[in-house]
């Protein structure tokens, strides 16, 4: 035994020694853990479990019965397919699979009517008994992390009344007093310039009084549809009806520290609400199938970081030019946004391009603004037993609140920046980046302030005339004015990525350092700074415990990668952008696009299942048991439907480390 930890929990030789090597790792990040809770001291075996990131997923001895229900689920799923596909419907199922996502957590009982189509059309009873029977007899049982040691931190934090939340800006973990975290929680919360106190009572009265609102509207618009249309109705009110819940709560808030910004006592919280369960959840969702479509418009709003490397990699300056670099933030624009302006410029914009979306169904301009009426004027949240409405601002956590907020800053910035002087413009969000001419400036800090003078958008600015970040890429100006790009780490970014021994597929494992290489390869755009950033990269992986094996074989496939061809457009999104904007791009990728904005239906079947790595073959067993069935069934037509399909095996979270300690 390599050393002895005090901790009240008796564990065993073998997670003793592995706690151990787990505590040696931790030494070399001492820096990630910040304890908010003085004066109390956080034992080293509280900061070593912790060092390996609220994300670790603990190796649990298997759960069968949500593996079946999972499983089950799978088959349900593959029979709904085949059973549209014998119909010549496949399209109706894209539509029923999404609303089921709706229903399965509030009004599973409202499927009981397709039990027997769901396990009759394919297989047999016999088909759970026998997966189950393969699961039990394939588990090994082991586990790096023991129970026992997180119990241990359970109970150290209940003693004295602290919580774990993971910090601001991936700066870590941090440990507070629960009474310092709710206090900075109400400080926000009692803000009347945003929220208005409530009670659950009002809150259930306001929802009540929402679903009635759209139950009448919707049975007016059936009653009206069928009065003057013959043929099968298909219209959004059938969407709209079946995404109101039965089960619902008010978005949940909680915090995170900013601990890289300077404090007294307790540091400031970025706000964050949650709005999984809301009433308006599936009604924002359908809003943003309806808003998104709409951002390709927008000449100078750019998708992700290829998108604007891909810009920059088109965008050449004069060599003899005087140029300066400026970035510009929006302040807290979520809260700040006008409703009002928010609801009538994403109308205009949908009145000005949705005739050339081929949505998959249509939407009137009044329904799309009842629909943004009922998404952002009944927002609610909740902390603890306490309810609050916002009554200004948009819905932070909300599905359609990121094209809202695009949609809306264009319009309200439709004027800004427009000058001669301006070579370049991009938007991300409500970051802006910009390269001006200097030449034509007379005084930049004068113009900014010029440029910047909203009715109620507030800004903060950054500019220097050689280099400056934006997003995750520093932007350097040489001396000719030739454009380098690099990859932008924030100082407080930690950079823990997830630990190796942590309790997902091996897989997944293996393409987090490969795809973390191919960021470096994209962004920068020297070779020899490309290299540079691998190694580092490499470096922090070994801390995570990786195995040399597997990083050099990473290595040796990122060196064979060219950079031109990762730029190359591949999202749909991202394509039919550079189309209507910068299509002398997709020219020079010789890249296609879809004229239509529709996407091609496919043939793959996700089976979405728990994961055990205790469980030896696991996708294998999956797999297997699905295919025999398939071969034995006795209808060729249903059997060649079925060997058509793609069953791909994905894994949903369980067991990491921060829903362990908050259970």
């Not at 009982?109 to 189950?132: A, D, R």
């Not at 009540?208 to 618009?221: A, F, G, T």
């Not at 998104?292 to 030019?321: A, C, E, M, V, W």
């Not at 290595?555 to 031109?564: G, P, Q, S």
Request: glycine fraction near 2%; aromatic fraction near 12%.
């Amino acid at each position: 035994m390599k050393k002895k930890f005090p901790i009240q929990t008796p564990i065993s030789r073998k997670h003793n020694n592995e706690l151990y090597k787990l505590y040696k790792i931790n030494q070399l990040n001492s820096d990630v853990i910040h304890n908010l809770a003085q004066p109390i001291q956080i034992p080293f075996y509280v900061k070593t479990i912790l060092s390996l990131g609220l994300n670790f997923s603990v190796a649990v001895p298997p759960h069968f019965k949500s593996i079946k229900n999972a499983f089950m689920e799978g088959l349900r799923k593959i029979g709904w397919i085949v059973h549209f596909k014998i119909l010549n419907q496949e399209s109706n199922f894209n539509e029923f699979d999404k609303l089921l996502h709706n229903f399965k957590k509030c009004n599973r009982n409202s499927l009981t009517n397709f039990h027997s189509t769901e396990e009759g059309i394919l297989f047999n009873g016999n088909t759970v008994h026998t997966f189950m029977r393969k699961v039990r007899s394939k588990v090994k049982f082991k586990s790096e992390l023991s129970i026992c040691l997180i119990n241990s931190l359970k109970n150290f934090l209940n003693e004295h009344n602290l919580i774990v939340k993971p910090a601001d800006k991936n700066a870590g973990v941090c440990i507070m007093h629960i009474k310092d975290y709710e206090n900075e929680i109400f400080r926000q919360l009692d803000d009347e310039t945003f929220y208005f106190p409530s009670t659950e009572s009002q809150f259930n009265s306001k929802m009540s009084d929402l679903m009635d609102y759209i139950k009448h509207y919707c049975n007016v618009e059936l009653m009206s549809y069928v009065k003057h249309n013959s043929s099968k109705v298909n219209t959004i009110a059938n969407y709209l009806i079946k995404l109101i819940p039965v089960k619902f709560h008010a978005a949940k808030f909680y915090i995170l520290p900013k601990i890289h910004k300077e404090f007294d006592i307790f540091p400031k919280g970025r706000p964050i609400s949650s709005t999984c369960q809301t009433t308006t959840k599936g009604l924002s969702q359908l809003l943003d199938k309806f808003l998104q479509p709409l951002l390709r418009f927008i000449p100078d709003l750019i998708i992700d970081t290829s998108h604007f490397l891909l810009l920059l990699n088109n965008l050449k300056l004069n060599s003899k030019g005087r140029y300066g670099l400026l970035t510009v933030d929006i302040e807290s624009l979520y809260t700040n946004l006008n409703v009002k302006n928010s609801k009538k410029f994403c109308c205009e914009l949908f009145d000005m391009y949705g005739q050339s979306i081929n949505y998959p169904t249509k939407i009137s301009k009044v329904t799309l603004r009842k629909l943004m009426d009922w998404c952002l004027d009944y927002h609610y949240i909740r902390f603890g037993q306490h309810y609050f409405y916002q009554h200004k601002g948009i819905a932070m956590g909300g599905a359609a609140s990121v094209s809202i907020a695009n949609l809306t800053v264009f319009m309200e910035l439709k004027t800004f920046f427009k000058g001669p002087e301006v070579e370049f413009k991009v938007r991300f969000i409500d970051d802006l980046f910009l390269i001006v001419n200097l030449d034509l400036i007379d005084n930049v800090n004068e113009w900014i302030v010029r440029e910047t003078n909203h009715e109620y958008l507030k800004f903060t600015h950054t500019y220097n005339a050689k280099s400056i970040n934006f997003l995750d890429v520093l932007i350097t100006l040489s001396s000719e004015n030739k454009i380098i790009t690099s990859l932008y780490k924030k100082p407080m970014s930690k950079h823990e990525y997830l630990h190796y021994d942590s309790n997902h597929p091996i897989c997944n494992l293996k393409s987090i350092p490969y795809s973390q290489g191919i960021r470096i390869l994209r962004v920068c755009s020297e070779a020899e700074t490309q290299m540079l950033e691998i190694n580092r990269m490499m470096s922090k992986f070994i801390k995570r415990n990786y195995p040399s094996k597997l990083l050099c074989e990473c290595f040796n496939r990122l060196k064979d990668l060219n950079r031109h061809t990762l730029l190359k457009p591949k999202t749909q999104l991202l394509i039919n952008s550079l189309r209507i904007n910068n299509p002398e791009i997709l020219q020079l990728y010789n890249t296609e696009y879809d004229l239509t904005f529709t996407r091609n239906c496919t043939s793959k079947v996700f089976i979405v299942m728990p994961f055990y790595k205790n469980i030896f073959n696991f996708s294998q067993i999956i797999r297997n048991t699905i295919n025999s069935d398939v071969v034995m069934c006795n209808s060729e037509e249903i059997r060649k439907l079925a060997l058509d399909l793609i069953y791909i095996v994905s894994y949903c979270k369980i067991n990491n480390i921060q829903s362990l300690i908050q259970s």
